[in-house]
């Protein structure tokens, strides 16, 4: 199985950043697609970004030019950048993987979530 960890969020102000990760654990075949979504209350789960394993990005179009989604295969370890942050960004962010098991079986795995609140 494979365990997603995220960390950094927080309280920011409008026009602040911040960085979050989500480190993976675990033993799997391949950790292909990774990703950030978030959910704001009464919202849905919305998509934010992804990044394939070589590399290609998404985004949302609310937030293209200001988040950017990276990742450290060695460390196997999803970031999402975020600046100039708005009030509508608040929400909790969480980190989600397409993993491959052992036995060659195809399943999302998700973070527990980290809170991000933007706000004066």
């Known amino acids: 199985q494979v365990r997603m960890v995220e960390s950094g969020g927080g309280l920011v102000q409008p026009g602040g950043s911040l960085r979050l990760s989500c480190a993976t654990s675990g033993i799997a075949f391949s950790i292909n697609d990774m990703g950030w979504y978030r959910q704001a209350p009464g919202k849905e789960r919305e998509l934010v970004a992804t990044?394939?394993?070589?590399?290609?990005?998404t985004y949302a179009d609310s937030v293209k030019g200001r988040f950017t989604i990276s990742r450290d295969n060695a460390k196997i370890t999803v970031y999402l950048q975020m600046i100039s942050l708005k009030p509508e960004d608040t929400a909790v962010y969480y980190c989600n993987a397409d993993v491959t098991t052992l036995s060659r079986a195809s399943v999302t795995s998700w973070g527990q979530g980290t809170q991000v609140t933007v706000s004066s």
């Open positions: 990044i394939s394993g070589d590399g290609r990005t």
